[in-house]
């Protein structure tokens, strides 16, 4: 079953339904929302996305509303703090990765002027290309978080079957990309 068909009979106020109809596949112009995608991403990896959205503000609190600067100043006493808050996945790994990726993501803003930039000039891609690149620069992304990053931010197809609404509405919104 499709993401799609499995979220066209949930009511609106289902956290699956809301990313679906108004998030999932839509192209995310902020650098510090595009890493926060990659944040949840990361930190989905062993979990149910459901356990992911149901954290998502307090995520959003913990790492500075993604701010890709605050997050790579982050030192062993942030750490420690984020290691024992219960409102994200308090996984050693996983917060190292954030940490690690924030310091990444500002050397590529160096070197191509923001992160979208980066991904821009890289798409389009296969799936196997973009793995290898990301495996290049950043830490904890294996193939399913780097195919859910990239379909949930459009720049890779897949996130919509062609037969649902928002598969059309993210084509108004970004008809150049014509990837979903």
């Known amino acids: 079953m499709s993401y799609c068909n499995f979220c066209k009979n949930l009511e609106d106020e289902n956290l699956h339904k809301k990313y679906h109809d108004m998030r999932y596949g839509f192209p995310i112009q902020d650098d510090n929302e595009l890493f926060g995608r990659l944040i949840l991403e990361i930190n989905q990896a062993g979990l149910s996305w459901e356990t992911i959205l149901k ?10 509303d993604f701010s890709i600067n605050e997050i790579a100043q982050f030192d062993h006493l942030k750490f420690d703090e984020l290691i024992n808050n219960s409102g994200i996945v308090r996984n050693k790994l996983k917060i190292n990765a954030v940490i690690k990726n924030a310091e990444v993501v500002i050397k590529i803003q160096q070197d191509f002027g923001s992160f979208k930039n980066w991904l821009d000039e890289n798409h389009p891609k296969t799936i196997e290309e973009w793995v290898k690149l990301f495996k290049k620069y950043f830490t904890f992304v294996g193939g399913e978080i780097v195919k859910e990053f990239l379909m949930s931010t459009g720049y890779l197809k897949g996130a919509h079957d062609e037969n649902c609404d928002v598969y059309h509405k993210i084509l108004k919104v970004s008809p150049k990309w014509n990837v979903l």
């Open 55 to 64: 954290k998502e503000e307090n995520f959003r609190i913990a790492f500075k």
